[in-house]
């Protein structure tokens, strides 16, 4: 079994350690650091990564992780291999409730970083050369945007056969192709031939408990099926969707939608209405396809062009 060196800490067979990283100052030259949680068994296995927070304002990947390292440390038994936890990647984010960092960087578009460049960048680099190069595989939890909502779905690029095996073992509602975007985690995991899946379940700035327990229990069949836990909760059949798309406004107005994530759609069915504030006005929002709803507005106000209706198609 390989040994892990993590920022120059070993970790061996069957150890638990705790290690900070540090990233930078904040204004008031408060160190920042980044903490990552090693779980250890004694037995050879695979090396997984759970990671969350990458956008500062997903709390409900943070919490999703946090609630797998909580279960490990209070009894839950890893088999074979390694889990390496980071609950939280973006600090600066998460302390002011934003995605990005304070120069608007997107830590998801940064990739591989930089030792020299920008905060996002320097964290980038931190994960390329500190943890992609350690696993095997991973899962990054993520949610919807601001007041977008996301029911319990896997994304994963359809190439790639290995993470594809990992999302249906995973298990939760949907598997959806998303191709890989430049300069992504996943994607430079991938270039160093990892495979990470993502996770999304319900929106930033706000706790989802159904989306929560689906990648808590998703995670647990994910490492059962690498043989690194004896049981986990029973999977349903996910649905595989291979592509989706944004139903968006044509008019602004009050937005009413008759619809739910989660349901199935059919051609011609109303899904919403937009309406003026003074009733005069009503403007039916039609899906385009069949599908199944992914993703959904909860913003009452839209503007033409907004996204309101995440449909996937099987």
């Known amino acids: 079994m390989k ?22 100052k904040l204004p008031t030259h408060t160190l920042i650091d980044l903490p990552i949680f090693i779980r250890s068994s004694k037995a050879d296995g695979p ?10 304002d997903e709390i409900n990947g943070v919490v999703t992780a946090k609630r797998l390292l909580e279960e490990v440390d209070e009894g839950l038994e890893l088999l ?4 390496i936890f980071i609950p939280l990647v973006n600090i600066y984010g998460f302390l002011s409730n934003s ?12 990739f591989p970083g930089s030792k020299k460049g920008s905060l996002a960048a320097s964290i980038a680099f931190i994960l390329s050369n500190e943890i992609i190069p350690q696993i095997d595989y991973g899962v990054d939890f993520h949610t919807g945007g601001r007041m977008l909502s996301n029911f319990p779905q896997v994304r994963v690029d359809y190439k790639d056969k290995v993470a594809v095996e990992l999302a249906k073992a995973f298990g939760t509602h949907y598997v ?35 989306g929560i327990e ?22 349903q059949e996910s649905i595989f969707l291979k592509e989706s798309n944004w139903v968006r406004a044509k008019a602004s107005g009050i937005f009413n939608s008759s619809v739910k994530v989660g349901e199935s759609v059919k051609k011609g ?35 033409t062009g907004d996204a309101l209706v995440h449909i996937g198609k099987e």
Do not use: W
């Not at 990648?215 to 690498?226: C, I, P, Q």
């Not at 003074?278 to 839209?302: D, E």
């Open 214 to 235: 689906e990648g808590v229990n998703g995670t647990k069949r994910m490492l059962a099926s690498l043989g690194m836990l004896a049981d986990c909760p029973p999977a």
């Open 47 to 56: 090396v997984v990564l759970i990671s969350a927070g990458v956008h500062g």
């Open 99 to 110: 995605r990005t960092f304070p120069d608007g960087r997107d830590l998801n578009r940064s």
């Open 3 to 24: 040994e892990l060196v993590i920022n120059g800490v070993r970790i061996r067979p069957g150890q638990s350690m705790n290690i900070e990283i540090a990233i930078a």
């Open 269 to 303: 069915q109303i899904l919403a209405r937009i309406s003026d504030p003074y009733g005069q006005v009503k403007i039916p929002v039609k899906a385009p396809t069949n599908g199944h709803i992914i993703g959904m507005n909860n913003m009452p106000v839209i503007n």
């Open 176 to 210: 959806v192709n998303s191709k890989y975007i430049e300069k992504s985690f996943r994607k430079e995991a991938y270039k160093a031939r990892k495979h990470i899946i993502v996770f999304e379940g319900g929106e930033s700035m706000r706790l989802d408990d159904y």
């Open 80 to 83: 074979k291999g390694t889990l």
